[in-house]
């Protein structure tokens, strides 16, 4: 099966663009989150039961489940409950910066790559859109344009 993409260069206005970079930022926030929330369960796990230091180690329940990616892309609008801040950003876009994460952690346990890092301010330099029918930035008068 042949799929086709299609890949534009935008040129936002200056609102426009910070509109964007804040999606971003929203984004680089929820992809921390899903990796703060992995690296938990893994730490948790690390040592051996009768060797761990309650003070410096992670202590999960032993039947807590693998945060997952579809764990995950549920726990996102009851997240929009408590991070209005989540609300601002399009949900599907939310959605694929956590699968991006999970696609880093495959590299990480099937390719061999490193464990997916933390994502400073200004290091989240992509947003995904899977689909939309109209501008995607519609709260903003004026168009982007496409080349």
């Known amino acids: ?12 206005n200056i609102t426009q663009e910070q509109l964007l970079k804040e999606w971003m930022d929203i984004c680089r926030i929820a992809y921390n989150y899903g990796l703060r929330e992995i690296k938990d369960w893994y730490n948790s796990r690390k040592c051996m039961v009768d060797r761990c230091s309650i003070s410096h180690e992670y202590i999960m329940p032993a039947n807590s489940p693998y945060p997952g990616e579809v764990k995950q892309l549920n726990a996102l609008p009851c997240a929009k409950k408590v991070f209005p801040r989540l609300s601002e950003v399009p949900s599907q876009v ?54």
Do not use: E, W
């Not at 099966?1 to 890949?7: A, S, V």
């Open 94 to 147: 939310l959605q694929q910066a956590v699968k991006h994460l999970h696609r880093a952690c495959v590299g990480f346990q099937k390719i061999g790559h490193g464990f997916p890092r933390f994502k400073k301010f200004g290091q989240f330099k992509s947003l995904l859109f899977p689909q939309f029918k109209q501008n995607p930035v519609q709260r903003l008068t004026s168009d982007i344009f496409f080349l």
């Open 1 to 12: 099966m042949l799929t086709i993409n299609y890949c534009y260069r935008i040129y936002p």
